[in-house]
């Protein structure tokens, strides 16, 4: 055997023994100045590891909201208020360094859901959705993620997981004015996001100041 040959082996056996750990993304340089824990988490309350197929999602006002035995919803608490309104500040700071993708990805199983094939773009039908968003100060733990489904055959901006992105942007917007509490939108968000909704709709086209 060649010496380019044992090199090439070594590098394949290298890469495949890497493709069998988490993926986490590394954090950005500019974030260190934030002092934040990419990795804590508070959850609302202890769950324990869902079983496949052990969770069932929830409906208030029509909308799907995850099922609190399984998917309570977490907290970062490095992710103070300070920080959330500090001007630089981004989500990249946190996004993947708890969890990996394929990590978060057994949230499907956790819910009986398949995983859908070609989703993203007009395509997009489930949502791996941060219950309480990271920009609300979330954790990117698996107590703080669920698949957001559907509904099929509407249009994607539609979509519940669309609409609840209105309502995360809508609470941010709060935060950053003062006019609701961290900790009160965090809950709140975690209990029912779609108690927010008709607000946060109203906001965006302009009905409501």
Known sequence: ??????????????????GYQPALA???????KF???AKASNPIKTVNTPSAGGCTPKESNGHPIPDPTCSPGAV??????KVLKTKGFTTKCVRDQASSKKQKERTYAFYGIKKPANNSG???TCELDHIISLQLGGADTLENLWPQCGPPRTALAKRHFKLKDDVENF???????GKIGLS????????DWTQFLDEALAVKHGKKR
């Not at 055997?1 to 890497?18: E, K, N, Q």
């Not at 590394?26 to 260190?32: E, I, T, Y």
């Not at 609470?171 to 004015?177: T, V």
């Open 171 to 177: 609470l941010a917007r709060q935060i950053k004015a």
């Open 76 to 81: 970062n608490p490095t992710l103070t208020l």
């Open 184 to 191: 009160e939108a965090q809950n709140g968000i975690a209990e």
């Open 122 to 124: 007009k395509t997009q």
């Open 35 to 37: 002092h934040v824990n």
């Open 1 to 18: 055997m060649t010496y380019f040959t044992r090199v090439v082996l070594g590098a394949a056996f290298c890469i495949g023994l890497v």
């Open 26 to 32: 590394a954090p950005s340089p500019q974030c260190k």
